[in-house]
């Protein structure tokens, strides 16, 4: 257990928990929901790897109030869910469905109710089906269709949602889902895959303009990052450094704040047209930071498809799922972002972090993870050093409220401060929900500096 007091952070930091629709929702078939792309990538056969699916996943389509309680007695400010797209529009486009966004309506009253601002994320990878058909992301008028469905939502929900975010990390929805296959869509792209990048942004640009009509709440757009640490000190190593970096860090961050494609390999596609880059430039009010952890990167080997080499980070603890847990990444990262894109920088909210540790109830009602309680701790040490250095860091949510469906790795592995049993779906919070809750409690009693 962490024994230093943890610093006191801003009167007004966002304290928050993030989640996404069909990692937690269930209720597929429910209220006129459309099928998304991840309902037939979980349902084909060998994706998943315990062949789970999120039919079912935490059923909190059914159990939301409760999960609004859990939210309450947590004491968070902000809770950020996404909008399945399939149950605002099932065929992705066209009229919504009122029942569909019902669901949402109910949601961010409860959570108002309760003092917690709602953060809606439009877009967390779960395409509808029949745009998929289409052509998906690797087709210009999914951009548009994107647009069109941030109005129809916004149009409901404008007046009461505190932050929108457009995409959730469309650097993974381009690399797992269009480059390696590993997530839904399933497509084997590799670099091919860069369209995606392009049509994600422009879908971004678009739906700010889109969000702006309705709506006169911040817009922001959810990335993830990774520091690059170099694996090597040769000239080759550090062109590969920079190669990995253009690629993971600059390419959805530069064309939003107005530079263009990172220079080095072909990110355009042949698919640009004019007025593009200044749609994607659409001033963002946030910069929603996903952080994990630090990659390590050297020269390729001979004849390697890519122009790097990931290899394993030494020197850190390691979660379930073997990433490390190095808060002190996050700290570079922020600086980073700092130093590269500067007046150009918006605030930042850090839209994600966590870790998975395999969590199980002890016996007694408890669920111990003293992992997580040190990597919330060393994380939230990382944010506040980052705001002495000068970044400008309004918010931290936690991945996540609940143990939920992990994509494809399917019900094994757990990020949630609230252990989930799926067989009975019986919520218990795990040791670090009230660590956190008595961190918040005591910042938010704070007097301002
Ligand atoms: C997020 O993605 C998602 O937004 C969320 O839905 C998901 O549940 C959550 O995180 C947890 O996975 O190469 O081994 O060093 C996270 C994206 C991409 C972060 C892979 C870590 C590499 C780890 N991740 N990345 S490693």
Request: hydrophobic share 40%; with cysteine; aromatic share 12%.
């Given at each position: 257990?962490?024994?230093?007091?943890?610093?006191?952070?801003?009167?007004?930091?966002?304290?928050?928990?993030?989640?996404?629709?069909?990692?937690?929702?269930?209720?597929?078939?429910?209220?006129?929901?459309?099928?998304?792309?991840?309902?037939?990538?979980?349902?084909?056969?060998?994706?998943?790897?315990?062949?789970?699916?999120?039919?079912?996943?935490?059923?909190?389509?059914?159990?939301?109030?409760?999960?609004?309680?859990?939210?309450?007695?947590?004491?968070?400010?902000?809770?950020?869910?996404?909008?399945?797209?399939?149950?605002?529009?099932?065929?992705?486009?066209?009229?919504?469905?009122?029942?569909?966004?019902?669901?949402?309506?109910?949601?961010?009253?409860?959570?108002?109710?309760?003092?917690?601002?709602?953060?809606?994320?439009?877009?967390?990878?779960?395409?509808?089906?029949?745009?998929?058909?289409?052509?998906?992301?690797?087709?210009?008028?999914?951009?548009?269709?994107?647009?069109?469905?941030?109005d129809l939502t916004a149009a409901r929900l404008g007046d009461r949602v505190k932050l929108w975010i457009t995409l959730n990390e469309p650097f993974v929805h381009m690399s797992l889902g269009h480059g390696m296959g590993v997530h839904a869509p399933g497509r084997m792209l590799l670099f091919d895959a860069f369209p995606v990048a392009h049509h994600q942004l422009l879908g971004h640009g678009l739906a700010v303009g889109a969000l702006r009509a309705r709506s006169t709440s911040p817009v922001a757009i959810a990335n993830n990052y990774s520091p690059v640490r170099l694996a090597g000190d040769t000239d080759a190593d550090r062109a590969a450094a920079a190669a990995y970096e253009a690629l993971h860090n600059r390419l959805f961050t530069d064309p939003l704040l107005g530079r263009g494609y990172p220079a080095g390999q072909d990110f355009d596609a042949g698919v640009v047209r004019d007025g593009d880059l200044a749609v994607i430039?659409?001033?963002?009010?946030?910069?929603?930071?996903?952080?994990?952890?630090?990659?390590?990167?050297?020269?390729?080997?001979?004849?390697?498809?890519?122009?790097?080499?990931?290899?394993?980070?030494?020197?850190?603890?390691r979660t379930a799922f073997d990433w490390p847990v190095a808060p002190d990444g996050l700290r570079d990262l922020l600086g980073w972002l700092r130093d590269t894109y500067r007046d150009d920088?918006?605030?930042?909210?850090?839209?994600?972090?966590?870790?998975?540790?395999?969590?199980?109830?002890?016996?007694?009602?408890?669920?111990?993870?003293?992992?997580?309680?040190?990597?919330?701790?060393?994380?939230?040490?990382?944010?506040?050093?980052?705001?002495?250095?000068?970044?400008?860091?309004?918010?931290?949510?936690?991945?996540?409220?609940?143990?939920?469906?992990?994509?494809a790795e399917g019900f094994t592995k757990r990020f949630g401060l609230v252990h989930v049993d799926f067989d009975t779906q019986v919520r218990t919070p795990k040791s670090s929900y009230a660590w956190l809750r008595d961190l918040i409690a005591a910042s938010r009693r704070a007097p301002a500096a």
């Open positions: 257990m962490p024994t230093e007091p943890m610093p006191d952070f801003p009167a007004g930091f966002r304290w928050g928990v993030s989640t996404s629709a069909y990692q937690i929702e269930g209720a597929v078939g429910v209220d006129g929901r459309g099928s998304s792309i991840w309902d037939t990538f979980a349902h084909s056969p060998g994706r998943i790897v315990d062949g789970s699916t999120g039919d079912v996943a935490c059923d909190h389509y059914h159990r939301h109030a409760e999960d609004v309680d859990l939210m309450a007695g947590l004491g968070v400010c902000a809770y950020r869910f996404s909008i399945a797209w399939p149950r605002v529009q099932p065929g992705g486009t066209g009229a919504a469905n009122p029942a569909g966004l019902d669901f949402y309506d109910r949601l961010v009253d409860d959570l108002l109710a309760r003092d917690i601002d709602p953060v809606a994320t439009l877009f967390h990878w779960d395409l509808p089906q029949p745009l998929e058909d289409a052509g998906g992301w690797l087709n210009r008028d999914t951009a548009h269709r994107f647009a069109e469905y941030a430039a659409a001033p963002i009010d946030v910069l929603g930071v996903n952080y994990y952890n630090p990659t390590a990167v050297r020269a390729p080997e001979e004849g390697s498809p890519l122009p790097f080499d990931l290899v394993p980070l030494d020197g850190y603890p920088l918006p605030p930042i909210e850090i839209t994600e972090g966590g870790c998975a540790y395999d969590d199980a109830p002890d016996g007694t009602g408890r669920v111990p993870d003293p992992e997580r309680i040190a990597y919330l701790d060393g994380h939230l040490r990382a944010v506040r050093a980052a705001l002495d250095d000068g970044v400008d860091v309004r918010g931290y949510f936690v991945w996540s409220l609940l143990d939920n469906w992990e994509w």
